[in-house]
Structure formats: structure tokens, C-alpha cells
Nanobody
Framework: EVQLVESGGGSVQAGGSLRLSCVAS????????IGWFRQAPGKERKSFSC????????YYEDSVKGRFTISRDNDKNTVYLQMSSLKPEDTAVYYC?????????????????WGHGTQVTVSS
């Protein structure tokens, strides 16, 4: 059974930090690019970061660049998202997703598997 399970969400004050984890099972993790998405209340779910397979190139949307760091540990089938200098506008449900993209093909626009999300709430 394919699973992506996010954890590490919670409530934090502005300026604080959280580290999210995304643990995968049921597929060949090494061959997949992993993306992080978030959905704020009343808004569409949007991609903001991803990491490729192979050489693990990381990409960020401008609003999180310099504050968030994505990384992966293929031995643990896990992707991490270190979030620092959190702002109230970062409040959202955070999802990870996997897209088949072996040999460092790049980040995808279509994702094959999704997690159920973890809530991040940042108070001012």
C-alpha cells in the first residue's frame, strides 16, 4: 500500500520554527521527486517547494525562499521541511506529494501520490 504521512505540524508564534516530515512507503522512494504544498483557509492548494530524485536539487517559491529548507533521506524514505522565521501567512494545511521522476529528472507538475496533510498555525 502506498502511503505518504506528514507529521510535525503544530501551533507556533511568528518568528518560530517547525520541522515537517514526510515518510513514504509502498513505492521506490529514490525514483520520485517530492513536493510540498499548502492550502490556506479559503484558498487553493499551491506548491511551494520540491526536491528532485538523484542529486536532490531543491526548489522554492519566492515566499518561502531563505526561510524554508527541503531535504531528503533516501535511507529513511523521508523528506523534511525545515521552516524558520514563520509568519502568520504561512498558516495552512501542509501536504507532501510524490511524482515519478527518476535520475534527477526534475520536479513535476503532476503528482502520483499524496499525503493527508498536517496543520501549521502561526500566530502573531
Amino acid at each position: 500500500e502506498v502511503q505518504l504521512v506528514e507529521s510535525g505540524g503544530g501551533s507556533v508564534q511568528a518568528g518560530g520554527s517547525l520541522r515537517l516530515s514526510c515518510v513514504a512507503s509502498g513505492f521506490t522512494f529514490d525514483d520520485y521527486a517530492i513536493g510540498w504544498f499548502r492550502q490556506a483557509p479559503g484558498k487553493e492548494r499551491k506548491s511551494f517547494s520540491c526536491i528532485t530524485s538523484g542529486d536532490a536539487r531543491a526548489y522554492y517559491e519566492d515566499s518561502v525562499k531563505g526561510r524554508f529548507t527541503i531535504s531528503r533521506d533516501n535511507d529513511k524514505n523521508t523528506v523534511y521541511l525545515q521552516m524558520s522565521s514563520l509568519k502568520p501567512e504561512d498558516t495552512a494545511v501542509y501536504y507532501c506529494a510524490a511524482a515519478w521522476a527518476p535520475n534527477g529528472l526534475g520536479c513535476a507538475s503532476d503528482y502520483d501520490y499524496w499525503g493527508h496533510g498536517t496543520q501549521v498555525t502561526v500566530s502573531s
